[in-house]
């Protein structure tokens, strides 16, 4: 059953992107549709280990933080069996959930979500969680409600290394974050953040001004993946 929507669906994604007729992509067709099958079905064997629940996908939301009003997009939304929801977002590259624990929050899309959708008693977000897509085995791995019992999905005194941490508190923790983030976003604060060299690196290395403020005893390197501020 799962061939039989996966085969036509992904004929009419290569006709777009690799034509039949063309010797070189008439290659590449059958290569493209063997890598596809095999990351959905590490997906499918994930998918099965967790229990019951229900997927939307593409969601477009208009949500406001401090002074700003954003339009996002999730790739996904699970609705649990047992209630509320899960946010999910795909990586097919290495992933870690590092910069969710950070004063200064370095991926913000799916916290901003999970303060921002309101607190409905039916469906509240009660975690995120990010699906990393590769063989051979696809992998979730987020933070959520102590009560979820989903592999991959940490509690929040495990995932933050503090006691006495709930998913409550996490929320607590991310909104003051973002709200400070939108303030100085719309107050055009951009000053430099010697913590953060993710970006100054190569031939815009220079445009970034990180290396200015580094202590002279400083190495060049980047701060360890993970490193809190």
């Given amino acids: 059953e799962l061939r039989n929507l996966f085969d036509p669906m992904l004929s009419t994604v290569l006709d777009e992107l690799l034509p039949a007729g063309d010797l070189f992509f008439d290659s590449l067709r059958p290569l493209e549709s063997n890598r596809l099958w095999k990351l959905l079905l590490g997906l499918r064997d994930l998918e099965l280990q967790r229990p019951g ?11 406001s933080i401090g002074p700003l009003a954003l339009n996002v997009r999730l790739d996904r939304l699970d609705k649990l069996a047992d209630g509320g929801e899960l946010v999910i977002d ?17 991926e913000s899309q799916l916290p901003l979500y999970a303060v921002t959708s309101g607190e409905s008693a039916v469906n509240p977000v009660r975690g995120i969680a990010v699906i990393q897509v590769r063989v051979p085995d696809a992998k979730l791995r987020g933070v959520g409600d102590e009560s979820l019992r989903i592999d991959g999905v940490s509690s929040p005194p495990e ?22 983030l939108a303030t100085e976003f719309a107050a055009g604060d951009f000053r430099v953040n010697p913590a953060d060299r993710k970006w100054a690196v190569e031939q815009f290395a220079g445009l970034t001004r990180i290396h200015e403020f580094l202590p002279p005893d400083d190495d060049a390197g980047d701060a360890p993946e993970g490193a809190d501020e």
């Fill in 53 to 63: 629940f229900s997927v939307a996908t593409e969601l477009e939301r208009q949500v």
């Fill in 90 to 106: 795909y990586k097919t590259g290495d992933f870690k959930p590092s910069g969710w624990k950070q004063a200064r929050l370095l």
């Fill in 159 to 180: 995932f933050f290394r503090t006691e006495n941490l709930d998913w409550t508190g996490v929320l607590a923790r991310w909104h003051a974050q973002l709200e400070r």
